[in-house]
């Protein structure tokens, strides 16, 4: 009986297979056709695609994954700030040491930012109000772009080094995120697909 009842589970689970791999081939294609629209397509898609069975084929549940992403990378790239402008060899150097101050400084605002627009993004209302929702989150992402990017900029007065070469480049992989939540969420304001 107990033989039986394993046969007819594993018969139903092998037919249950190909339409959860559908659903899944389905969302990555989503995915990947909506990664176009943004700067970075190939770092859209392989940091997004693992999220197909949350995403499906919404618009509104990609830009809100896309903005978490871009939250957590902008959390880390704040955290290393503080590690780094706490160590010695960064206070040494006064132009450094500003630098790090106000790319931390931003970072955090960016982070703000982003924050504030997760949870607009989770609290979307379908009639009228989602425009002014969606308006808030374009321009919040938007701003923590410029944050993003102030950072950068901080550091061309420093001289050139490991430290100001690190700081950099790190901030730049956080701009890209940030730049492809913002454009995803732009697609989803313009398919106009309220949730």
């Not at 249950?16 to 970075?40: G, K, Q």
């Not at 809100?64 to 780094?84: D, G, H, I, K, T």
């Not at 919040?140 to 950068?152: P, V």
Request: hydrophobic share 45%; proline share 4%; charged share 20%.
């Amino acid at each position: 009986m107990a033989e039986k009842t394993q046969q007819l589970l594993l018969v139903l689970l092998l037919s249950l297979l190909p339409a959860a791999i559908s659903a899944s081939s389905n969302a990555t294609d989503f995915i990947r056709a909506s990664c176009v629209a943004t700067l970075y397509p190939d770092l859209c898609y392989s940091s997004l695609y693992r999220y197909a069975n949350a995403v499906r084929q919404s618009p509104a549940q990609l830009a809100r994954v896309a903005v978490s992403l871009s939250l957590s990378q902008a959390r880390r790239m704040a955290s290393y700030l503080s590690n780094l402008s706490s160590q010695p060899n960064c206070r040494a150097e006064p132009r450094a040491a500003a630098a790090l101050h106000d790319c931390f400084a931003t970072f955090g605002e960016a982070v703000d930012q982003m924050r504030r627009s997760l949870k607009e993004m989770r609290h979307l209302d379908a009639a009228e109000s989602f425009i002014f929702q969606m308006s808030n989150v374009q321009t919040w992402m938007s701003a923590a772009l410029t944050n993003e990017e102030t950072c950068t900029d901080e550091f061309e007065d420093v001289l050139d080094g490991p430290m100001r070469t690190d700081v950099s480049d790190r901030a730049a992989n956080v701009k890209k995120f940030t730049s492809n939540a913002l454009a995803l969420v732009n697609s989803f304001v313009t398919s106009g697909t309220p949730p």
